[in-house]
C-alpha cells in the first residue's frame, strides 16, 4: 500500500475510493449479507484511509418489500 501512495504521490493524483458494488447489500434484510457486504464496505473505507483518499463512494445496495 505505501508503494501505491507513494505513486500517487509522485504523480500528485487526487485519491479517490469505489467501495464494491457487486454483490454486497448493506440494506440487505438477511442478516449474513448485511454482516458481510457492512465488513466489504468498511475494508474499502480502511483502504482508502491508507490512501488518504479525499473522496469514497459506497453503494447502499437495494431493498425489496
Do not use: Y
Not at 442478516?31 to 483518499?53: C, D, F, N
Amino acid at each position: 500500500m505505501q508503494a501505491t501512495r507513494e505513486t500517487l504521490d509522485d504523480l500528485v493524483l487526487k485519491r479517490t475510493v469505489n467501495s464494491p458494488s457487486r454483490d454486497v447489500n448493506i440494506t440487505s434484510s438477511n442478516p449474513g449479507i448485511r454482516r458481510e457486504s457492512m465488513q466489504q464496505s468498511i475494508e474499502a473505507l480502511e483502504i482508502a484511509a491508507q490512501l488518504e483518499a479525499i473522496v469514497v463512494t459506497v453503494h447502499p445496495g437495494w431493498m425489496f418489500t
